[in-house]
């Protein structure tokens, strides 16, 4: 069965500094897509970034990037220059074709001004 | 695209009653999912669709829920009959080949 394992249920970060999320996950697929989603209170739920497994190289998105280790199936968020508007639930997300999506159980990060 | 379409967007109820919830999926996308979103459970997986076809149920919680897809462009869950511990925000998602869109959810108030 595939799980995603957040540990973290709260992060706390100040402006401008960077935060990392962390995210496990396992599945038997080869083929499989990993996301991080995040959830302001408006609770619409917003993708932040996209990992396919076959790909090495880590994904980017601006301020968020993410640490994918393959082999050690970890999916690690980190965002730079915290912003305010960052604050929010953030799930891991892994997904393959047809199947699930298995959420996380989620991190609420906290921005202090 | 206008999106992930659900509706209504609230709905309030009185125990007992019959409480349907509709999405509009993404058009082209073969995978549909329902989700509930509680502050004690989290997200929980309620069910999902594959080409209309439902794969998964084994997250809906009692035989008092159902889903159905009738078409690609549709789909319902229904409650019947609510009690005050399905209040929660139900979501509606769909998945095309490289990301999931979802819709704003249905605050479901049962008292």
């Known amino acids: 069965a595939q799980t995603v394992t957040q540990s973290q249920p709260e992060m706390s970060v100040q402006e401008a500094e960077t935060v990392t999320l962390s995210c496990t996950y396992d599945?038997?697929?080869?083929?499989?897509?990993l996301f991080w989603y995040k959830q302001p209170p408006s609770r619409q739920m917003i993708l932040v970034i996209r990992?396919?497994?076959?790909?090495?190289q880590n994904a980017t998105e601006n301020r968020f990037s993410v640490n994918f280790q393959k082999a050690a199936k970890s999916f690690s968020l980190k965002i730079s220059d915290s912003q305010l508007g960052d604050a929010a639930m953030y799930f891991c997300?892994?997904?393959?074709?047809?199947?699930?999506?298995?959420f996380g159980q989620g991190t609420e990060l906290s921005v202090k001004p | 695209d206008a999106g992930v379409i659900q509706s209504p967007r609230h709905e309030v109820t009185e125990m007992g009653q019959e409480v349907t919830l509709r999405c509009k999926p993404i058009?082209?996308?073969?995978?549909l999912f329902w989700y509930r979103q509680t502050m004690m459970r989290g997200l929980e997986l309620l069910i999902y669709?594959?080409?209309?076809?439902?794969?998964?149920d084994s997250g809906m919680p009692e035989d008092r829920f159902s889903a159905k897809m009738p078409n690609a462009s549709f789909s319902t869950l229904k409650i019947q009959p609510s009690e005050p511990r399905d209040s929660a925000v139900y979501f509606c998602?769909?998945?095309?080949?490289?990301?999931?869109?979802f819709g704003q959810g249905t605050r479901l108030t049962v008292v």
């Open positions: 998602a769909s998945q095309g080949y490289t990301e999931a869109f």
């Open positions: 599945t038997s697929e080869s083929d499989y897509y």
């Open positions: 058009s082209g996308h073969n995978s």
């Open positions: 990992q396919e497994a076959y790909k090495q």
């Open positions: 669709f594959n080409n209309n076809v439902p794969i998964d």
């Open positions: 997300i892994c997904y393959n074709q047809g199947g699930k999506l298995i």
